[in-house]
């Protein structure tokens, strides 16, 4: 009979492991020693080892699912339970039991994992869904459509939950996005209608611009084209492929039209320029007959003078006031003049200067209300003119009542 620590053989041929459980039948041995007997079950136990740590590893170092984990234990439990093995076979169940433990600690934290993946998805989604459901609404229509894109290759990036869950969250998210695309869809639709009825009222802009570009109406033109300009900012733009060409036509008359008013008007600038320099010449001669001492002489001369005035064209209009002032200035002095002189020679005519008097205080008063009027009507223009006939007859009524003072005296 042959033995050792776990098992032995007797003198029949039967080999026996030893258990906690007492000893097991492992098998009968007929064909050769004892020792080889116990070698070979040996070999056997050594190969259940080797089988339950290949199974250790597979569980701590890949993703066995813990049904095949199970399966696997089984079926090695299966065959330390036969006994068919000599060695520490109550180890090996020890081991099992562990690994047993392990595998569904392993499932536990696995589910529980998968749970708050799932939560975590749920959130995602979730939040996904109220970020779609805002840009639904959001008129930015390049940078949400963007955005939207986006958040679809997030979504398909995320565990899917539960079927109905996941299906709702999908409704939802899908209805935000054919909800803005259908927005956005009216949005340009319209915007496109806007674009072409600007095209016709641009094209009717551009050609009536055309037809005026040869005009020699200054005034009237440049003003109509002030009117076009206005009405095409406020047509909008028209298609991209269009609003371009249409602008350059419509720019291209208007210049046409300006360039030729800007060259007519440089002619008659510089011919302004040379009627003010002669009218100066001309104001220039009629201070020279200041003081007045031949009255005669001096009407004649400034009638002369007035006559060449008369005869000579516009000058530039900041000039005017100036220049025209120098001359009324000097026929003041001449309707002085004769005032005094009518008033020397006609010493009867009190009744007659008293009668002027009123006549050019009323007139004074007039030209005041009319002054006042064309103030209060903005029209400038008119109420200078009024003042310097103002002026003049002022300085007639002051000189009237210098000669009523004459004749009291």
């Keep these: 009979m042959s033995s050792d620590p776990w098992g032995r053989v007797d003198e029949t041929g039967t080999v026996y492991v030893r258990t906690a459980d007492g000893e097991q039948v492992v098998g009968s041995w007929q064909a050769g020693t004892p020792e080889e007997a116990l070698a070979y079950f040996e070999r056997k136990y050594e190969g259940l080892v080797v089988e339950i740590g290949l199974l250790e590893k597979r569980v701590k170092t890949t993703d ?119 927005r956005r869809k009216a949005h340009f639709a319209q915007l496109d209608a806007q674009r072409e009825e600007a095209r016709k009222t641009k094209e009717r802009l551009v050609a009536e611009a055309e037809s005026l570009s040869g005009s020699t109406d200054w005034g009237t033109t440049a003003a109509r084209y002030r009117d076009l300009m206005s009405e095409w900012k406020a047509a909008g733009r028209a298609q991209r492929e269009h609003e371009d060409d249409l602008w350059n036509r419509f720019r291209g008359a208007q210049d046409v039209f300006f360039a030729a008013r800007s060259s007519v008007f440089a002619e008659r600038d510089a011919e302004q320029a040379e009627n003010l320099k002669l009218k100066e010449e ?67 005519a009190r009744a007659r200067a008293e009668g002027l ?48 003072e004459e004749f009291g005296g």
């Design 282 to 348: 001309l104001a220039e001669e009629a201070e020279k007959l200041l003081p007045i001492g031949d009255l005669k002489g001096a009407r004649a001369a400034f009638r002369s003078i007035n006559e060449r005035w008369e005869a000579i064209g516009h000058v530039p209009r900041d000039a005017r006031p100036k220049v025209e002032g120098r001359m009324h200035a000097v026929e003041r002095a001449l309707q002085d003049a004769e005032e005094t002189e009518w008033r020397r020679t006609n010493p009867e």
């Design 64 to 182: 066995l699912s813990a049904k095949d984990a199970h399966a696997a234990i089984d079926h090695i439990r299966e065959q330390v339970d036969a006994h068919h093995a000599v060695g520490d076979l109550d180890a090996l169940k020890t081991r099992l039991d562990k690994l047993v433990e392990t595998v569904d600690k392993r499932r536990e934290e696995r589910k529980q994992q998968r749970a708050k993946q799932s939560d975590e998805a749920r959130h995602a989604k979730e939040a996904l869904v109220t970020e779609a459901e805002e840009l639904a609404q959001s008129d930015q229509w390049r940078a949400a459509g963007e955005r939207l894109r986006a958040l679809v290759d997030t979504w398909k990036g995320l565990p899917r939950l539960d079927r109905k869950s996941d299906d709702e969250l999908w409704h939802r998210f899908s209805h935000a996005r054919s909800a803005f695309s259908k």
């Design 357 to 404: 008097t009123g006549q050019l205080q009323a007139a004074v008063d007039k030209l005041r209300g009319q002054i006042e009027q064309a103030r209060g009507q903005g029209n400038n223009a008119r109420a200078d003119k009024l003042e310097r006939e103002l002026e003049g007859r002022q300085a007639l009524l002051d000189q009237a009542l210098k000669g009523l």
